[in-house]
């Protein structure tokens, strides 16, 4: 009799584990839409085959974004749901890759989520949400006194995942060295820095910026190795590429016709076909939805010159390559080449081949979808700004749930809603030191001058200090249209400030912002903040 029990309670548990899918998340760094051939086209000289094969075999989105097109808070809002803003400030650390935690550890995130729902968790790659780390004078971690022989106090493994292989911040960020289920490994005592800003840190003795990658793709091949039918599992692989410094592995160095920032791309495009093989080898492939995505828009400052440089994306441009595609900008604005990113979806059991979906999707969303195919429950205060769009998934013409959309550039916020977007800044929103024009002090200084008076807090919120597209219309935002459509500019303004006061984006409840007083006009310069009254 208890045989029987115990058999019928495994072939229970089995057959739940085979109805929910096993997830896989891939996430590019500064991978910009149209690096990937099947956004594009004809404007895309790199190829991808692997990722284009991941599209035609599954879900391409065409409208879907990024929270913020800067590493940090995009990386909050995915683990999280929630808009990255209405965190309170985050707890004190150093700098680049010793940054402090961007959130407290109470807080929900897909690893927890996904636990609590019986999946075997698993972070592989850039972390960039900061750290406790153990320090040999008891003050807050900085470049001079980490203790690399004790584990970190808050990592991955305080946060829901079972197992976490992950370098602390961006590949150019020191401290150059992997952590393990939170511990240091290796020799962390040398010196290092690399291509692009040179940022010379600590560094493990034998670490290699060209091999990282190639070391992300192993240890995720290792954790799928590991899994079976009897319990779904969650991998957040999480790229350290193209992001600087431009560093392909050995067997990519020559393998685009565009140089080495090609190279570069087809060794992020290969993550595909190593994961997919990895699957194979389990026979989990079936029942896995694998979801590719980039954190943002392309950097202006990289391309085929190693050495970080202002506008170098616009010589890539003139030999016919267009990184952010048929959009305007890059990473730090707030035009669509910095907010527009690729994402696709393969399930072969949940996801019929070759759809194409024009909804407005956020990264954000992941938390609800995941919940809802995992069957995880979520409580009303937690993954405010998540809305689930897993029916799309089997039904890509249907009609998105999400109808409005919160971003940010380096700091001011963008809107959207329906096929209308607002800027709540004159100009790119990024200080351009880069590449991104109008730069943003300029920008405020001609629409100043323009005004002819000085404004109040609530003129800013209007034209000509904010810009107004039609996104379906005018892609390539050159028409700003704040000036004709003042009511909407208005409307959308009131939009933001109900969701800032409401604490969420979705229906539920009032709940409380970590940030108690959000301001709408974001980090604006202090010659315009001097001025206003």
């Not at 019928?8 to 990937?36: K, M």
């Not at 004078?137 to 995942?161: A, E, R, S």
């Not at 992020?268 to 828009?297: M, P, Y």
Request: charged fraction near 20%.
């Amino acid at each position: 009799m208890k045989l029987y029990i115990f058999l019928l309670f495994w072939l229970t548990v089995s057959l739940e584990a085979a109805s929910r899918p096993n997830i896989v998340f891939i996430l590019a760094d500064d991978l910009g839409i149209g690096d990937v051939n099947c956004y594009g086209g004809e404007r895309c000289l790199i190829e991808t085959p692997n990722i284009d094969r991941l599209a035609r075999d599954g879900l391409r989105f065409t409208d879907a974004h990024v929270q913020a097109s800067v590493c940090v808070p995009t990386r909050v809002a995915i683990m999280t749901g929630c808009y990255p803003w209405r965190f309170g400030p985050p707890q004190r650390g150093g700098p680049w890759g010793f940054l402090g935690p961007r959130f407290d550890t109470g807080t929900l995130t897909l690893g927890k989520m996904l636990r609590g729902a019986g999946y075997h968790t698993g972070y592989i790659g850039k972390w960039h949400l900061g750290t406790v780390m153990q320090t040999k004078d008891g003050k807050v971690q900085d470049p001079t006194n980490v203790d690399y022989t004790k584990p970190l106090k808050v990592g991955p493994v305080q946060h829901g995942f079972d197992e976490s292989f992950i370098l602390p911040g961006s590949l150019d960020m020191y401290p150059y060295a992997y952590v393990r289920n939170n511990a240091w490994q290796g020799d962390v005592s040398a010196q290092k820095g690399w291509s692009a800003f040179n940022r010379v840190g600590p560094a493990e003795k034998d670490f290699k910026d060209h091999e990282v990658i190639e070391t992300f793709y192993r240890e995720a091949e290792n954790f799928i190795g590991k899994q079976s039918v009897n319990q779904p599992f969650f991998l957040f692989l999480a790229l350290t590429a193209p992001h600087t410094p431009t560093s392909p592995g050995k067997a990519w160095l020559g393998k685009s016709k565009l140089g080495i920032y090609g190279d570069f791309v087809m060794e992020v495009d290969s993550a595909v076909a190593r994961v997919r093989a990895a699957l194979t080898k389990q026979q989990l492939t079936d029942n896995t939805l694998i979801l590719f995505a980039s954190d943002h828009g392309a950097a202006p400052y990289a391309g085929n010159i190693l050495k970080a440089t202002p506008n170098q994306l616009r010589l890539l441009e003139k030999k016919g390559h267009f990184s952010s595609g048929a959009y305007r900008g890059y990473k730090f604005s707030v035009y669509e080449g910095g907010l527009r990113v690729p994402l696709i979806a393969h399930w072969p059991k949940g996801i019929k081949a070759g759809g194409t979906n024009h909804a407005l999707v956020g990264l954000c969303d992941l938390m609800a979808t995941f919940a809802e195919l995992s069957g995880a429950k979520l409580t009303p205060q937690q993954a405010p700004d998540s809305i689930s769009f897993a029916p799309l998934l089997k039904n890509p013409k249907a009609k998105g749930a999400r109808e409005n959309l919160v971003m940010q550039s380096i700091g001011p916020f963008v809107v959207r809603d329906g096929d209308w977007k607002l800027c709540l800044c004159p100009g790119s929103g990024s200080h351009g030191k880069h590449g991104n024009t109008p730069r943003m002090d300029d920008a405020w200084r001609a629409k100043l001058k323009a005004f002819g008076k000085t404004p109040t807090w609530n003129d800013i919120a209007k034209a000509p200090f904010v810009q107004l597209f039609n996104v379906a219309a005018d892609p390539h935002e050159d028409h700003n249209l704040a000036t004709q459509e003042p009511k909407r500019v208005d409307q959308m303004v009131a939009l933001l400030r109900q969701q800032i006061t409401n604490g969420r984006s979705t229906p539920g409840p009032k709940i409380a912002n970590g940030r108690p007083r959000i301001n709408i006009n974001q980090r604006l310069p202090d010659f315009v903040r001097k001025l206003l009254k």
